[in-house]
């Protein structure tokens, strides 16, 4: 088992940035890709970025992609995601998500990932 732990979110006028950040415990070896997922009401959960947790391959949704920086320290277990040039489409719940499926790729698919933190909510005000 592995346990995730968001933080880091808060409110922020558009244009500014958060820095959120995911510790994970347990049976953290295990952890093959890592990735960030956003959720508003009524919607479905959206794959946001992802790492490779050996090597550091990163994606990211084209929503994202040059705003939004993900990074990982090993040694610390701990998964972060630097938000800048927030907008007030981001507002959303986001959560972190780990996968011990071996793979060779970030999956943007949230069935393909086996453990969900409890999320943090962020809002981006106009």
């Known amino acids: 088992q592995v346990q995730l732990v968001e933080s880091g979110g808060g409110l922020v006028q558009a244009g500014g940035s958060l820095r959120l950040s995911c510790a994970a415990s347990?049976?953290?070896?295990?952890?093959?890709?890592m990735g960030w997922f956003r959720q508003t009401p009524g919607k479905e959960r959206e794959f946001v970025a992802g790492?490779?947790?050996?090597?550091?391959?990163?994606y990211y949704s084209d929503s994202v992609k040059g705003r939004f920086t993900i990074s990982r320290d090993n040694a610390k277990n701990t998964l972060y995601l630097q938000m800048n040039s927030l907008k007030p489409e981001d507002t959303a719940v986001y959560y972190c998500?780990?996968?011990?499926?071996?793979?060779?790729?970030?999956?943007?698919?949230?069935?393909?990932?086996?453990?969900w933190g409890h999320g943090t909510q962020v809002t981006v005000s106009s």
């Open positions: 998500a780990a996968s011990s499926y071996y793979t060779t790729t970030v999956s943007s698919r949230p069935t393909a990932y086996d453990y």
């Open positions: 347990g049976r953290a070896g295990m952890t093959v890709t």
């Open positions: 790492v490779m947790w050996i090597g550091g391959g990163t």
